[in-house]
């Protein structure tokens, strides 16, 4: 057997990262030989964060054996095919980043460069248009996607809008029926080893020393490990994303549930309406830079899509990630490992993302830097992918209207961005090794190529528009079959879970 | 006309330069890709005689060879009937480790699991380390077995994929055929003058040697690993790996297989020698060796007669032997302008596990992807050249892999590859010390090679420590003792029931 295997784990944080980490830890790590033990107080608050989330989470949930309608009905999920930006490109402008492509790659040609030659000959349609994701969601519609490859109604895929507390709740109660346990009390000590600098233990304010061969750190800002003990440096990556604050209040959902997040562009940052089945989450994010708190909260407070059911509550943050998140016996999951805004709802996807890599490279008492280093650079490449294509939201622009903007517009931007987007003006080409729907999102944003395929320019223009008006009707009439979403809910929350 | 309308103008002229192998898999492949386009694609032959064209009589290739075809229309029974080629399943190494005799790796797809964790993790802790027992693909060839149809492999004992040995002179023919029934015109001439456009430097006309004037809106190098074009003509420079591989040359010969001494087989034999390494293969009665070595012309006559020795060839059959000079590296680019770079003018880093071919075959189906305008901008070329260095740099690493294990193995034997555990990228030292404890390989391997090539490998370069994953720990030691030897019993059940290759 190996040597040394590890067997004490501690989490420390509840909240989304700490119960996922510790579900899916417990799940993987046999009980007879690892001992799972996740430190929370009921003092300290959490951010709750990732209402809003991607279509990761089903994986996560299918690996636990987690039922799909008991997820929904615990965590009073809605269904999402996407987010529409509004005001983005300009005011009054809006678009859909959906779960799906857009249309179908034909002769080797993508669906995109199709729709811009067309444009250019005077078609009006939008790119939405040719996406199931994006028809379906506007129509309020939606049923699982069809598993028969064939069909119109399998190229998408979708996920939810949580409450993302409710969650965190519903993980601790399947986390401690298989065995995790809970210490409740607040941690005053992080206790290293003299030698290496290890870990050894943590203190609790009463007194109870609690000990463990490897350390999850989920304590969110605070980052009570890998920052307070560890001192592993933050990249600061404001000067790209200057949102520093948001505002967030719940309230009643006056309006028809939407399959899909709203996230509308203010003068300062933007603003999320994101529907669960009881309710409404808002939020405000801005750059305190160019708005201040009152300003924002009196945006928010005019723009609710109903009567408010808890008070306002302001969080602060910077943007930016550890450099390792990953270091000595500690791995950071969660907002201690850095943070970036919630503008494409990765939050949620970036702790699934650490927790599974934490799995793939699960370490033993060696800690060998090998596994370490490859969970390092897998997660600062996950990191900087969903940082440049959040970037690129703020960055493509035609505001002009705040200063905000003008600033967004004009900021320079990494390197790896703007090659990326370097590639895309120029030819309408796209890494598909990136995170999201590019060509959805920098023409919604207006970063139109400035040269579609030029192999389309072979093919008969009146073939390409016939291709196309049939393709968009198909869209159109499998959309129509599909139940409402509110009809889709319903049947998910009254079944009887099997 | 507007500058953008300019920019934009679909390509009509593409020149190939070069027929061989690769090149008119290019011819084939682009007439595929474009079909319906009214794009003009001419294949300039510059003769089988020109040093540019010279390739080995077999070529072994990986699964690949079938994806692409696929791709391009041609199903595999087809490509069979005609394409001068034979399936294989497996690779058989020997002397590369002290201790073994030999060994095989599978043509698997991805080795199979048990509790979410790789069969190798199980025989690691186990201390089986010869990870081809559970291979369904490998003990076909090790047992000399027909390989069954695709839908008569029994999927529970792990998926493989058969890759494909192909003589290249008759696979030449067929995909010339394919390439000249899509409409591809090939001129047999040379090219005498490259004229560039004076304000951007690309290639706008070719002049040959029998006085045509081609006009050339993108152009494709396959002008041998000197080339003509993007070298002389672009000044692209070469990035030679001499001092990192100790190769420059391969002989090669074909010998009416000996049936008393080889029976026929589903895999490609590569012996680790003094020299460097022999491979032979038997396609359709004939046997085909290949040694690489380094070559500096004074010993020549020994390395062949070592050759010769090592085959049990008659001294006479000298006279036979080919020799093909290798230039191991790339070029500093391979999308430059409006040209780009295949075959030997793109680089040399084949391995057993990675052929020329392969690589080319992968950049034309890039190609197609990123297929540019007549202004080739600059961000499409840094694409395909990001990609493209991927894939050697794969490739690289995995030739080095090759080198690493035999000077892990057999360090005072041939101490000129004990320099390569030196010479490693970083990338390749991050993979063995990633394999070397805990069995595991980066979750983003390029698609090029499949993991179990480098699973093996790594296992044959690491077995003096225990490589698998720790959470293994947790698992009954005596199931997963049961587990392998069911596998390898049902394996073996299984392999027997198949007709022995005819």
Redesign the interface.
Known sequence: ??AN??KNIVIVGGGTAGWMTAAALVN???A???TITLIESDAIGTVGVGESTLPHISQFNVSLGINERDFIRATKATIKLGIQFKDWANLGDSYMHPFSETGHVT??IDFHHYWLKSQTMGDTTILDEYSVAAMAAEAKRFAPPNKNRASMLSAYTYSYHIDATAYAKFLRDYSEKKGVKRVEGKITTVNQHSHNGFIKSVTLANGEQVSADLFVDCSGFASLIIDKSLQVPFTDWSHWLPTDSAVVVQSERDIALNPYTIATARSAGWQWQIPIQHRMGNGHVYASQYMNDQAALDILMTTLPGKATTEPRTLRFKAGCREKTWHKNCVAIGLSSGFLEPLESTSIFLIQMGIT?L??????Q?F????I??YNQ?MQSFYNKIRNFIILHYHVTQRNDSDFWRYCREMSIPDDLQ?LM??F???G?V?RSQFGVWSAVCIGQGLRP??????I???PYEKIKLYMENYRQQVQKAVKTLPTIDEYLKQQIQCTAV | MTD?AT?????HHVVIVGGDTIGWTAAMGLAR??Q????NIILINEGDNQQCNLEPELIHTSNHVLDFHQSMGVNEPYLFAHGHGQYTCARQYQHWITEQADFFIGNDSFLSTFNGFGIHHLAS?CQHKNVSDYSFAAQIAKQHKSIPPVNERPKQLGPFNTGMIINSQGYKGFIRGAALHLGVKVINSSIEVVALDNDTGFVKQLTLTNGQQLPVDLLIDNSGSHSKIMQASLAVDYKELRDDIPFNTLFSITLPSNTEKFINKHYTTITANKEGWLEHSILQGTSYYTQLCQNVGDEEHTLIDNFLTEIGADKSAGKQINKYPLRFGHSERFFHNNCIVIGHAAGYVGSPSISNLVLAQRAISRL????????C????A??YNRLTNNDYGEANDMFMLYLYLAATNEPNSIPKWAKAKEELSANLQ?KI??F???G?Y???LNAMINSPTWINLLNYCCRKT?C???????LD?QQMQLHLTQLKGDISTQVEKLPTIS
Do not use: C, W
């Not at chain 1, 799995?359 to 033993?364: A, T």
């Not at chain 2, 901008?377 to 499409?380: A, P």
């Open positions: 057997m190996q295997p590890i993987k790590l046999p007879a030989h690892y002769q080797g890599k799995i793939e490279f699960f370490p033993d060696h060998h830097q090998a596994g280093k490859q897998t090659y370097t590639l003006k120029e030819g080409r890494d400035q040269h579609y395929d030029a192999r320019d072979n093919l | 953008k920019n934009n103008q679909a390509i890709g474009l319906g386009q009214r794009v802790l197609l992807d990123l297929f540019p305008t007549k202004a901008f600059s961000s499409t840094a694409e991050q010390a990633l070397e404890h805990t595991r980066e979750d983003q225990k698998y994953d720790p959470l293994l720990a947790a030691e």
